[in-house]
Structures are given as structure tokens and as C-alpha cells.
């Protein structure tokens, strides 16, 4: 009985390419009337694993200035972030 070999097609992985040019995102959170300054600080310590003294300056800026830059980083961590934030209907928007 004669043995044949079999060559073994190449298979080509693709991985997903990174397409950043570097920027930055940001999460802006707007101010309403309708959450607690404690209810806000205790989502930003959740969203953005800030220490309290952070957070609470966010939530104090959001309240004095409408709206503040609550988190710096890439889109997929900003969407992370944002989805969080908004699980109690904070009202946020990502910014390029």
C-alpha cells in the first residue's frame, strides 16, 4: 500500500486592525435636576473608579458650570463609561 502525503492548505489569520490616530475621547456629563449630588458622585466612583474627592468635583462642577469632562481615554473606554453613567439617566455625551 503506497502512502500519499497531503500538503495542508495555509490558512491566513486576519486580526482586527487598530484604526486610533491617537486623539483622545471625552464623557461629558450635563447637569439635571433631577439627581442628588450623592446619586451622582456614587455613578462617577462606579463609571470612572475616581476617588470620592474626584468625583465629588466633577459633581460640584457639573452643578456650578452645566456640563464637565468627566473621563479622558479611548472610544471603547468612553462608551464603558458613558453606558454607565447613563444607567441612572444621567445625560452624557462623547466628544472626539
Same mark, same amino acid.
Request: proline content about 2%.
Given at each position: 500500500?503506497?502512502?500519499?502525503?497531503?500538503?495542508?492548505?495555509?490558512?491566513?489569520?486576519?486580526?482586527?486592525?487598530?484604526?486610533?490616530?491617537?486623539?483622545?475621547?471625552?464623557?461629558?456629563?450635563?447637569? &439635571? &435636576?433631577?439627581?442628588? @449630588? &450623592?446619586?451622582?458622585?456614587?455613578?462617577?466612583?462606579?463609571?470612572?473608579?475616581?476617588?470620592?474627592?474626584?468625583?465629588?468635583?466633577?459633581? @460640584?462642577?457639573?452643578?456650578?458650570?452645566?456640563?464637565?469632562?468627566?473621563?479622558?481615554?479611548?472610544?471603547?473606554?468612553?462608551?464603558?463609561?458613558?453606558?454607565?453613567?447613563?444607567?441612572?439617566?444621567?445625560?452624557?455625551?462623547?466628544?472626539?
Amino acid at each position: 500500500m503506497e502512502k500519499k502525503e497531503f500538503e495542508l492548505p495555509k490558512i491566513e489569520i486576519l486580526t482586527e486592525e487598530e484604526t486610533t490616530i491617537g486623539l483622545e475621547s471625552r464623557v461629558i456629563l450635563y447637569n &439635571d &435636576d433631577w439627581h442628588t @449630588f &450623592d446619586e451622582v458622585i456614587l455613578q462617577l466612583i462606579k463609571a470612572t473608579n475616581c476617588p470620592y474627592e474626584s468625583a465629588r468635583g466633577y459633581a @460640584f462642577e457639573v452643578h456650578v458650570k452645566g456640563k464637565a469632562i468627566v473621563f479622558n481615554g479611548e472610544m471603547s473606554n468612553c462608551l464603558k463609561v458613558s453606558s454607565i453613567l447613563e444607567e441612572i439617566a444621567l445625560n452624557t455625551q462623547i466628544i472626539t
